[in-house]
């Protein structure tokens, strides 16, 4: 017989959305149920996403700037070797490190846990079935969370097989350094991942559908980066159509069909396919309760978070908008918040995203392209990081900032940074657009020299041809 309990909130999913859920419900005096299929909460974000990639990242940066940056600072070495094995060994303790870190969160906010994956019997019920052997539970609410997530998105008739056609999650535990990986799609994982194996010895080739680089987020900024990457090795092939793979126990051929021109092939040892991400919500059984999807599979919700059936909500990669992890555990809150009857918000305007190559890429707004298309009036400001003092002492004088405002009341409309330190710079470019402040707020502020950061104030300046270093 099925073991039944009663709580305030059933939580499904325990990545950055549900967990962060489960701590904002128990801070409000709520008592929430966190149900994970995963043994480690954290979600991919965690597990084998976010965290991961960026401490493969970090290490990849440093055995390059080891093998090849070190002397232009007058810092000879020896002969540089790879410890693969002890690389990907330190990205596993980082995650471990931070998946009990999470675990001891729930332990400290007193979240009840069930190791099992959700089916939503009704607007109140929800059955838990144990990953292993076990009782069937069912739990019941007055709210129900969706929060789990997305996964990798497969071509059509290309299935993964974890070997030679392999998506995100396996690009970061290759055993070996590929001698040539391919990826298709020249998105944040796309350009992520295959920095870090171009960095570790692999050629890699990146096949891309669109013109630009990341969705055409910034097409001068995604010029400026494509001949960036390009100079340290990345091969593109931009508004190319894969039409074919094939999967051999020696490797993989990928052909591709160019804008114009016949058909070309490429021979690899693995071909990873970084295309994007879908809505996971397999199991939970949203047909039955009345749950509406949109055309893409994704849960459709109102500005408080709650779904079809009013009881049931959903956030973060599961409903519309950019797959985050902040974006999901900011919604999380706003979502526990309106349950416990107060206001929760969500700043959709000053949610900033971030690519951690080298140089880093950040936004937070509306880019150019996009007032572009909406037929609407902006000012522009660019400083180049070859002009700030202290990008030039690092030898890192790529890229550049732009500050975009309203021409006619000078409110901030956009950020990008493409340079050094961008995905900590984007923080205070989000908080001037959360506090609605102007191009010369951000201008006046004073900025510590020398310092990145100053580019951003000299952009802001730039916007009203203030600028002082250029």
């Known amino acids: 017989m099925a073991v039944e309990e009663t709580f305030d909130l059933i939580i499904i999913g325990g990545g950055p959305g549900g967990y962060v859920a489960a701590i904002r419900a128990a ?3 709520l008592r929430p149920a966190l149900v994970e299929k995963r043994e480690t909460l954290g979600g991919t974000c965690l597990n084998e996403g976010c965290v991961p990639a960026k ?28 410890d693969l094995d002890g690389m990907l060994a330190r990205k596993e303790k980082v995650v471990a490190e931070l998946t ?37 539970q069912t739990l019941t609410a007055p709210h129900i969370l ?25 690009g970061l535990s290759l055993p070996k350094v590929p001698d040539h990986l391919v990826i298709i799609g020249a998105g944040v994982i796309g350009l992520e991942l295959g920095s870090v194996w ?7 080739t990146i096949v891309e559908m669109l013109p630009h680089l990341l969705g055409g987020m910034d097409i001068q900024a995604g010029k400026t980066a494509q001949r960036i990457f390009t100079k340290q090795g990345l091969v593109f092939h931009m508004a190319t159509r894969v039409e074919g793979v094939k999967s051999t126990p020696e490797g993989v051929t990928v052909t591709a069909r160019p804008p114009a021109g016949d058909p070309f092939t490429l021979e690899a040892d693995h071909v990873m396919v970084a295309v994007g991400r879908k809505p996971y919500t397999e199991g939970l059984g949203l047909d039955q309760t009345g749950v509406v999807v949109d055309e893409r599979g994704r849960i459709q919700v109102n500005e408080r978070f709650q779904t079809s059936v009013p009881s049931i909500r959903a956030i973060g990669d599961v409903i519309a908008g ?30 900033p995203s971030i690519v951690y190559t080298w140089p880093e890429i950040a936004w937070v707004g509306k880019g150019e392209d996009q007032l572009k298309a909406e037929n609407r009036e902006y000012k522009s400001g660019v400083f180049p990081f070859l002009a700030n003092a202290r990008a ?48 010369e707020d951000l201008g006046l502020a004073v900025h510590g020299h020398p310092t990145l950061s100053e580019a951003l104030k000299e952009a802001a300046l730039g916007v009203h041809n203030r600028a002082i270093h250029i």
Do not use: C
Not at 198 to 204: E, N
Not at 424 to 433: D, K, N, S, T
């Open 55 to 82: 401490a493969l990242l970090e290490s990849s940066e440093w055995f390059q700037r080891a093998k090849e940056g070190m002397a232009h600072h007058g810092v000879v070495t020896g002969p540089v070797t790879l």
């Open 146 to 170: 969706i929060a789990t997530g997305s996964e990798p998105i497969a071509l059509p008739g290309v299935p993964f097989d974890g070997s030679r056609v392999i998506h995100s999650t396996h």
């Open 100 to 136: 009990r870190g999470v675990d001891l969160l729930m332990k400290k906010n007193k979240v009840v846990r069930f190791l099992g994956s959700g089916r939503i019997l009704s607007p109140i019920r929800v059955e838990v079935t144990p990953m292993q052997a076990g009782e069937v």
């Open 27 to 29: 801070q409000l005096g």
């Open 392 to 439: 030039k002492t690092m030898a890192a004088t790529d890229g550049m900032v732009k500050v975009l405002a309203d021409p006619h009341t000078d409110t901030l409309l956009g950020v990008l940074i493409l340079g050094p330190g961008a995905s900590e710079m984007i923080g205070e470019a989000a908080l001037a657009i959360e506090f609605g402040a102007s191009a």
């Open 198 to 204: 171009r960095r570790l010895g692999a050629k890699v």
């Open 322 to 351: 950019p797959m985050l992890a902040h974006k999901a555990s900011e919604e999380a809150s706003a979502a526990v918040e309106w349950m416990a009857g107060l206001p929760g918000e969500v700043s959709y305007d000053a949610i």
